[in-house]
């Protein structure tokens, strides 16, 4: 068998930060001046492959992330892909549930558990040169229930309950893999960051336009009369055939949430997102029934901190739309089993992209839930930005307001030489010279 | 004024870890090996006083908090007691609200968060020359209403309703203080670990109630049968006087904890702790629907990583008991609003104790609750485990099954020099000739 020999030999660890806060690009009410960053898994192997991940971040803390990646790496140097592809769930059980390790929670211990777990389903796509969707798609749906812990989940969604729903889109999966192959995921562009004009953004959707777009997103939540003025100007600029959605990125406690949302009724608004905190299931609850009969619906996912959460918003009806991330619970075990809870409730997957790399991963989720989970594609959008594709041998494509499905083996996740040589922190040539009070921890925001 | 001249200087971080899993001290259905452990901060200053904290761990993983912390000093290390002091929120505010550091959410951060904040609580106490209860004790309901960050909080209890609770209590604070004075909070003891016999366990409830303790928890989780037959054998043994609690440590998911709590509905058992998942609110509110009509209610709290878990655990009626614990939430500031959470909702504050000098902390709250907030002793139980006792200069002491109150200035957190330079990992004496195996990540527990 052509694995038997892979054997992981090391591990390196990258801290690459992007000092995006200089162009003010992603900002939103809470992170003010956010550099793009991520830390960066390379697992070498015996080999021609190279298992990669990344953890998504907004800048300081990143260094939290590689060390957790670097001490969790003891577990697996010396393991091999055999080992890991025979029963993922091993490994995800290994780390998640090491007896000591367990004690940090999710945050940085689960984000740098995913890593890990992200990096062997890499190598494992790649050895059998498929992109990771694919090899995702080709799993037996037993294969695929065996990936996920099911302590904490069976009373939202059996093991058997998900094995039917990979079954039955089974039947159909040859068909839609070939659709998907034509006009991958739809796409949504988020055009409105906070420290923009309402003129720039305005640019931005008619050029997005003009590529196929259809779906834009907008940052609200610091001033409720500018971001209904806002609100106005674009509804009406853009007519009523796009989709608007907004995001206020845990900004409102419940009260402000219920007294700016009702301001928000007349603008046929598709979603609102993370109004509150991401781990406000009662919150939620509360707030979709306040709306129930408003436009707008409840998305959240991407700061949802484990599998458990996902469970309780989806099981509640809190949510109706699943902004899963693929960098912050653990893994592709992890969104295995929030992809499958939320096929059972009918709630439409929509990943939530962004920053370095990150539209490069989740397009792989959006085309395995599209082809083998909930086996269509007419609810979900799945979140692009096109910021910083130049890192990357592989950049994300889009076409017709869709993603172009990728072919790269695995998550065609490798970063150009050039781009990381300029943005490895704090030594790379972007870093070096830059004042200690813009760095790391001690870069503390301008309020405005 | 006489803080006027304090500046934090410089900030000392040290990972300590015992190796008690040699006696299987501490374990539980998923803690299999603990070694209990703590990373603590000292905080130096141009006075004669110091900051200290420490954040409770099980071994593996300390250094990842080790690190945050290391990193969070850099924003403490130049400024002023007088500065914190004056509005404790704003410190609070500048490590969790971190525009960049804040997606890194619970756990490892809030941890670390935690640890910077309580140090500067410590080092206030110290100067005020006030055991850290009777600083609390002294602040005027205004100022406490102060240190909370209401954002997410307020649906559950206002600030308006936090001062309310605290001015009622204070009119009868100097009483319930001199009382405390006599007998600290109750306490109750973790008396069945899982490693230990029937017999262990009740020779320690023996030795116990001897002491005056008349309140003992038991691990439970993996073995129903075993689990069944121990509890009817402790019963039996220490009669209908004593209150009995189990603890499963998370290990169950719903549908196994409804299993298994059938069978423990003969024993009178007080409480049960953790049987689900420490984030799953919903949950808890199934669990207490089904055995509202038990001897027992649920308790939680030592794992739940944010306020936000605690405002729902309590505002749902999910939990009646509330488990705080001193260093898994982001220190004074949060547990405030805990603390003032359960007496809005009636539900007893029965702290996590344990480990390395957490009950040293914990006593604190238990007296701060039981003068000053819920403002008496009724139905409150703080946990009492006598480990380790030995590592700090001045030792938690009880009589009579109550904490004896606490009066070292500050959380009285000094560690004993000698205690430091055995523990110290990986170099102190008790770790320099230990197998790697046996240190770390790559520790990994044997299943029974």
Redesign the interface.
Known sequence: MVNRSVQITSANVLDLRVPTSDQMLGSDP??????YSAAVLHLQTDSEWRGESIVF?????T???C??IE??C??IVGTSLDDFAEAPIRLYQ?LI???????????????AAGAVINAMWDLWAKSQQKPLWKLLVDLEPEFVADCID??????ALTRDEAVAILRKARTDAPRREAEMLQHGPKAYCTAGWLGLSDEQILATIDKLRSQGFDSFKMKVGRDLQQDVRRLRFLREAVGPDCNLMVDANQY????EAKEHLEAYRDFDLKWIEEP????????YV?LAETFADASFDFACGE?A??P??F??LL??GGIKYCQIDATRVAGVNDVMAIVLMAAKFGVPVCPHGGGIALCNMIQHYGMWDQIAVAGHSETQLVEYIDFLQESVEHPVQTRDGHYVAPTAPGWGLEFVPGFVDQYRFPDGTAWRYRSPTRK??????TQD
């Not at 971040?57 to 803390?61: H, K």
């Not at 007896?99 to 984000?111: A, E, T």
């Not at 409102?252 to 009260?255: A, K, T």
């Open positions: 809470f992170h003010l001046q956010p550099d971040t907004v800048g300081a803390g260094d939290w992330i060390h957790g001490d969790l003891q577990l290994r549930d090491h007896h000591q390790l367990r004690w940090l929670h999710d945050g940085v211990f689960r984000m099911w302590r904490n989940l069976r009373d409102w406690g419940i009260p509150i905190a991401r781990d406000d299931v009662l919150g509360a700061h901190a484990s458990v959460i469970k309780q099981q509640s790391g921890v001690i870069f503390e925001a």
